[in-house]
């Protein structure tokens, strides 16, 4: 039979190591909420304390060989998808300053042409007169 009493979520967290070059640590979950009822327990977790949950339940010890092994560690996944993140927001940010230049370059471009062909009209304009 299910205990009724809340797990630790210190009890939920795998067994991973912080190095002190990692982010600070996000605040802890809210711990698992548990409802018993005609000998049935309901647990609702976080989906990733859900094998913790699982395996807490059904008295597989820590240093059982058939223990599950937990798929990802979050703070591992968490900082690859903040990698992802910057090297996106790099990427956009390399991508608007290229546009910038090129949107500066065109202008130029077409400001030359425009003083090109007022210059043509003005030569144009000088040759008639002489004539």
């Not at 299910?2 to 802890?28: C, G, I, Q």
């Not at 042409?113 to 210059?119: A, Q």
């Not at 000088?126 to 004539?131: A, C, G, I």
């Amino acid at each position: 039979m299910a205990s009724t009493t809340p797990t630790n979520t210190k009890d939920l967290e795998s067994n991973s190591s912080s190095s002190s070059s990692s982010p600070p640590t996000p605040p802890p979950p809210p711990q698992p909420t548990w409802i018993t009822t005609n000998n049935t327990t309901y647990v609702q977790v976080e989906p990733w304390a859900f094998r913790a949950v699982v395996q807490k339940l059904t008295g597989v010890p820590e240093d059982s060989p058939h223990k599950l092994p937990m798929a990802q560690d979050v703070l591992t996944l968490e900082r690859g998808f903040w990698a992802y993140a910057d090297t996106c927001k790099k990427w956009s940010d390399q991508m608007a300053a290229v546009t910038a230049k090129k949107d500066a370059a065109l202008e130029h471009l077409q400001a030359i042409f425009n003083r090109e062909k007022e210059m043509e009209e003005q030569e144009k304009k000088l040759k008639e007169e002489n004539s």
